[in-house]
């Protein structure tokens, strides 16, 4: 789960640094006129509370830390936040399936590390 977490951490700033450098690949992820909306509003709360929780949460499972189950879960919860936006952002669904699928699975995988979490720390 630690490294799940700190693998997820990782691409999200990777994500976002990619996002700005190169433009052009935004059509990909972004409904058309979105993109500049979307990086300017969420690539600093994404960066820092799902990056940084998740890198903290990574830290804190490593280290057998009792604090690590419930960051564990505001990891899991900031990144329903950001799934729902994105999907919202592109509706109707399907508009955009990558990033649709993208953020299922890395709400899907949050979950579950946090339940993983959760249950390993019982």
């Known amino acids: 789960m630690a490294v799940y977490f700190l693998f997820q951490s990782l691409a999200t700033f990777a994500w976002y640094a990619w996002m700005f450098l190169v433009p052009a690949h935004r059509d990909v992820f972004f409904a058309p006129g979105t993109a500049d909306v979307v990086l300017g509003k969420f690539s600093v709360p994404d960066n820092i509370v ?5 890198l903290a949460t990574s830290c ?9 189950v419930p960051l564990a879960w505001v990891t899991a919860g900031a ?23 993208m953020m299922a699975l890395t709400l899907a995988g ?3 590390s946090a339940f993983l979490a959760t249950r390993a720390h019982e």
Not at 50 to 54: E, K, N, R, V
Not at 60 to 68: I, T
Not at 85 to 101: E, F, H, K, L, Y
């Open 60 to 68: 804190l499972l490593w280290m057998g830390s009792r604090w690590a």
């Open 110 to 112: 949050s979950a579950l």
């Open 50 to 54: 799902f990056g940084g929780a998740g």
């Open 79 to 101: 990144g329903a936040y950001a799934c729902f936006g994105a999907i919202m952002i592109n509706w109707p669904i399907g508009q955009r399936p990558a990033a649709d699928v």
